[in-house]
């Protein structure tokens, strides 16, 4: 999967937003009920840029333009490093013990199997290696068929996203690029 052009560098701050997905219904009693229909949070960004030369312009169309709009997938890694809690790695299959973590130039990290916290010597932190540069944790022994690797670290957080708009002008997504920002929408992990 591609990563989101780091060269220009966006304009910061940005914006990044965190989507749940919940359905609540409410009662004529005025009670609420909550149905969660995802555990884990999407996360939309919306970057602007200051001026830009001519080549770093033509970087970003011709990203756009190589994910065909909407239709392509890829990662970007947000401007800052951050606390990030709960984040989603992989579900076990009982083999592999080789998980990306959804971050890169990570700390001070925590691996949870099934929300049960993992001793620092049952696994090792390689550093890179991982798709598109993210940190990888490597476990003594396979987790078992569909535990929930989940982490906690200090550092810069990947998410998976889309471009939001499928159609746009050149003048266009010039013009979003330094105004109302390029929207990207946050996907699930996979």
């Not at 004529?28 to 312009?57: H, I, M, P, W």
Request: glycine share 10%; charged share 20%.
């Amino acid at each position: 999967m591609a990563l989101f052009p780091q060269v220009p560098k966006p304009q910061y701050p940005y914006e990044l937003k965190a989507v749940w997905k919940t359905i609540v219904s409410g009662f004529d009693s005025g009670v609420e009920q909550r149905r969660q229909k995802q555990t884990y949070a999407k996360y939309d960004v919306s970057v602007t840029y200051n001026a830009l030369s001519g080549a770093n312009f033509q970087t970003l169309w011709n990203f756009y333009i190589a994910r065909k709009g909407t239709y392509e997938a890829f990662y970007f890694y947000t401007l800052e490093t951050a606390n990030w809690k709960g984040l989603y790695c992989r579900t076990g299959d009982g083999a592999t013990v080789t998980f990306d973590i959804p971050g890169k130039s990570t700390s001070a990290q925590a691996i949870y199997n099934n929300g049960t916290v993992v001793p620092g010597g049952d696994y090792t932190i390689v550093t890179g290696g991982g798709v598109e540069g993210s940190d990888r944790v490597t476990f003594n022994t396979a987790p078992v068929l569909n535990a929930i690797i989940t982490c906690d670290f200090t550092g810069y957080m990947r998410i998976r996203c889309r471009f939001e708009e499928d159609k746009m002008t050149k003048n266009g997504f010039e013009g979003v690029l330094y105004q109302t920002g390029l929207r990207l929408r946050g996907l699930s992990a996979l």
